[in-house]
């Protein structure tokens, strides 16, 4: 009954990416004839490249292309055949001379990081075991765990770097799990950041059941003992230790690895590891690229092309340190992030950037929130301490301008980041001159005529309806039901209207959106942590209303100050109300100022599609029928509905007794209950009582002829040109028996027809039901923003 559509993590980014590409800083294409490591031709322009992670510049070494070229003349181009029945010569050759990288332990090689962390966590993870993730731990590992669900194990996640969060978890699950096995990277790929091995080794031998799974690709071959990476030699004792990294980064070839301290563990993996055993190996010449450069790192020279690159780190660490820039990012490694806040600015950074001739990387959401989005770069030793040069100066002359031209405040960036800001006091010089903003806390405090002329055919929220609104959602004893209303009306010199909204802040789920058995499995949580996976959102609109929440003079000459000043209203309204979300609502595809609230920082979101139905006024049953088009809607309303009609007592009233109110609450709350396709806090228990007490709401009630009981209802708003039935209510006895549902769904229909109304807003869920009466299906999408992303992290995963 209340399916609805889903937001989809997918067309997020879609959305996302889709903007930077717009702006050619994101999906670029290498144009060079050769490649060298040194540069990179984008767009007709030689750029200096600070975008690969080739650490060690091992791609194009001679012993390396020796190697290759040799494996490829003795094997040909591929061994076509499953290791499962023959492993070819060559990868077992490679895998000896990379376990004395480890020393000597056994190593197994896959064509792929990706497959590698498929195979090996579809194979040691047992039904039994706990998986905690760290929030930001590679995509790659978190990918597969979504499998090991499916055979009953357990998966969690815990925010990025948070032992004490870590070990919660450990203590919590200790005696109810087999193993323990937490999951993490060895170098964080984004930030550039390490995990905390003094803490984890010592939660390691504290706790005999937890175990480590590290992704240390982006650690192996730049650091460590003939390039073993950044964690090994710190956990290689232990037979609670599993590590994966890869051959496509500091070893200059492709294919992943994994390195075991246990022995019986290889065994395993190395005998089946589930789709290791349907998966050809690696081609010769990679192969031989990997032996190469094995060699290599086996030898004297790791050192010093180890050494070469870290001089090249300490050169441009104290280049950033020298001129304070937003360098977010460990000193140890050899990936910066250098933070800008908005997207708007991060874009217009990149862009100047990359004009002169460097290339560097876009971070933006959801790898990272909104509004720590940033310029992400990578050294080699293919760099140069000129290119360094070249760099930072463009980084350090393009920062302010940036951030200048996109009109934000310097001094807020550096805090966004945590960071000193040892810059001149900057203001913001945003404040428009020529348009004039009213803030206002009731929709008392604002004129109801020019409230109406605005939006009184929209859904419910006219000036009348949204004193309802406020009075029912005060006063209340649980805090999801209290929310603070805000208004917003922003005019020109001549008192003239350019925009228009209201917000309200409140405790909302962030599981609202999400796919029913996601959220029924959260609610089974909130039975012991009621505010689980929830957050303070600051919403444009409410969480009940629906329709076009935004009122704006597209067409105004002062439109883009206007924006301006909204989105500043916008932070001060989140930071006055402490709300870690920012939800804009609800916008059709045809909304012509999409770029700008995507150069805000806002990310597009799917929401479920609204119905509206606009017949011509009809009189009889027959007349309906003629409307629609459908001929299974016809035969099915035919059917179930004008059948059943008689079978029913239809009673619409204004006002309700406290009995009666007490009744259609009880039927809300059996629907409620029922569905988690929207899923939100039930409205406070005293709203039918205030529903009552104004004139624009009516009930419609439906009991089984000659029975007292009530079975069904309708809460709904009557507009002057519109109808908005809004809540219903039912006795789930009835669905199957006498059909109640579709009878209910009817009556909104006819009840909006009765009252010649132009249009019946028929809300968000049950699009088919609502399509059999010719219903117009309206996709809507909001903008959102979040400060942090754990929690959306969490229900991704």
Known sequence: MAKIKHASAYDVVDYVVTAAKKKKIMHLSSQEDEFNGEFLKINNEELINFGTCGYLGLEKHPHILAKSHELLGRYGSHFSISRAFVKAPYVEELENLISKIFDDHPVVIYPSTSVTHQSMIGTIIEPGDLIILDQQVHYSVQYPCQFAKLQGTMVKMIRHNNMEMLEDFIKRGYNQYDKIWFMADGVYSMYGDLPHKKELLYLLEKYPK????????????????????????????????????????????????????????????????????????????????????????????????????????????????????????????????????????????????????????????????????????????????????????????????????????????????????????????????????????????????????????????????????????????????????????????????????????????DDMLALENISRKIEKQREEEPYYLCSKTLTMGSLFTEGEHLYVKGDHSLVDETFNQFFIEVEKFKKATGSTVVILRDFQSDFQFNERFENEGFAKVSMPNTNIVEHPKWNTEDELLSFLTSKNGINNIKRYVFKYEDKFDITIKKTL??????????????????????????????????????????????RLKGSDELIGGIWGFIGENHCCPLIVGLNYNYIKSHHLYKQVMYYMVKRGNDLDKSKTYLGLTSDYEKQKYGAKLVSIFAYMKVDNMYNWDLLSS
């Open 210 to 509: 937890f175990h480590l799974y590290f992704d240390d690709a982006h650690g192996v071959g730049w650091t460590g003992t003939n390039g073993c990476g950044s964690v090994f030699e710190y956990f290689k004792h232990s037979e609670k230790v599993v590590l994966i990294s890869t051959l496509a980064k500091g070893f200059g070839s492709i294919g992943g690895i994994a390195v075991f301290n246990d022995i019986e563990m290889h065994r395993k993996i190395d005998i089946y590891g589930g789709i290791l055993s349907y998966t050809h190996p690696l081609s010769p010449a990679n192969v031989g690229a990997a032996i190469g450069s094995a060699e290599i790192l086996l030898s004297d020279k790791i050192q010093v092309y180890q050494n070469e690159l870290k001089e090249l780190m300490e050169y441009l660490n104290t280049k950033l340190e020298d001129l304070n820039l937003t360098n977010t990012s460990s000193s140890e490694t050899p990936i910066y992030f250098i933070g800008a806040g908005s997207v708007k600015v991060t874009h217009n950074l990149i862009q100047r950037v990359l004009a002169d001739g460097l290339y560097v990387n876009t971070a933006t959401y959801p790898v990272v929130p909104n509004d720590k989005t940033g310029l992400r770069f990578t050294l080699t030793r293919h760099n140069t301490k000129e290119h360094i040069d070249q760099l930072v100066n463009s980084i350090d002359k393009n920062f302010q301008l940036a951030v200048d031209e996109e009109n934000e405040d310097l001094e807020k960036i550096y805090k966004t980041f945590n960071l000193p800001f040892k810059g001149k006091k900057t203001v913001k010089p945003a404040e428009s001159e020529n348009v004039f903003v009213e803030t206002y806390n009731s929709i008392n405090e604002i004129d109801a005529q020019l409230w109406d002329n605005l939006f009184k055919d929209n859904g419910n929220y006219s000036h009348n309806g949204l004193r309802c609104i406020e009075e029912i959602f005060s006063n209340n004893e649980k805090v999801e039901e209290n929310w603070e209303f805000h208004y917003l009306i922003i005019k020109d010199e001549n008192n003239e209207i350019l925009l228009a909204t209201f917000f309200t802040s409140a405790l909302c789920k």
């Open 657 to 702: 007794t406290d009995k009666e109110a007490e009744e259609h609450y009880k039927l809300f709350s059996n629907v409620k209950k029922a569905n988690f396709a929207f899923n939100f806090f039930a409205y406070p228990n005293k709203i039918t009582k205030i529903l009552s007490k104004y004139d624009e709401w009516e009930f419609i009630e439906f």
